[in-house]
């Protein structure tokens, strides 16, 4: 029987050299396998009275609303800068070169929520933190984390101390 793995490509050297990319497209192209992923991804928190889950861009917004749907609860986009059209609160953080920012409709979430985070894999975990501090300062709770992909050696759940964090697959 084929495996979660066999489903994720590496490609060597995209966007850039020496980076071994995961590629999660012959993964969603499959209905069984993107079900089964979805429901592992939200197994430790069936129990945790979530309210929302929330994904980052772009891959984020897969898993994260197939999630959304698998606890019957809505989706919060986290998007790039200049994307959403409301009132926003921005975040920026640190990459390995140069900085990102991510932002959230203000009004997204609030006291209260208890928000599923969701990605399609953690690098470094700077991506997931400042989407954490995002949530946060609408006053709402991270109630746990889940990736599919996990790059071990990056260390990226230090950055993320404070969480219940799930990953399926562990490079
Ligand atoms: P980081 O903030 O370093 O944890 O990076 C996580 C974000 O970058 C996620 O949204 C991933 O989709 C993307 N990403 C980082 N490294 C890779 C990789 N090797 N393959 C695919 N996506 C990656």
């Known amino acids: 029987m084929k495996q979660l793995g066999d489903y994720i490509r590496n490609i060597a050297d995209f966007p850039?050299?020496?980076?071994?990319?995961?590629?999660?497209?012959?993964?969603?192209?499959?209905?069984?396998?993107?079900?089964?992923?979805?429901?592992?991804?939200?197994?430790?928190?069936?129990?945790?009275?979530?309210?929302?889950?929330?994904?980052?861009?772009?891959?984020?917004?897969?898993?994260?609303?197939?999630?959304?749907?698998?606890?019957d609860v809505g989706f919060v986009p986290l998007r790039k800068p200049g994307k959403l059209p409301y009132d926003v609160q921005s975040i920026a953080y640190q990459l390995e070169y140069g900085t990102a920012e991510l932002e959230i409709h203000n009004d997204a979430l609030a006291h209260g929520d208890r928000?599923?985070?969701?990605?399609?894999?953690?690098?470094t975990g700077g991506t997931a933190r400042a989407s954490c501090e995002?949530?946060?300062?609408?006053?709402?709770?991270?109630?746990?984390?889940?990736?599919?992909?996990?790059?071990?050696?990056?260390?990226?759940?230090?950055?993320?101390?404070?969480y219940e964090v799930h990953s399926l697959l562990h490079y």
């Open 134 to 162: 995002l949530i946060r300062q609408l006053g709402a709770e991270v109630a746990g984390i889940a990736f599919v992909i996990e790059l071990d050696s990056l260390k990226g759940r230090e950055q993320l101390r404070d």
């Open 16 to 71: 850039q050299p020496g980076i071994q990319f995961k590629d999660i497209t012959p993964l969603v192209r499959q209905p069984d396998m993107l079900r089964q992923v979805t429901r592992q991804l939200v197994e430790p928190f069936r129990q945790k009275d979530i309210t929302a889950v929330a994904g980052m861009e772009a891959r984020g917004f897969i898993f994260g609303t197939l999630c959304a749907l698998e606890l």
């Open 115 to 123: 928000v599923l985070l969701v990605d399609d894999l953690i690098a």
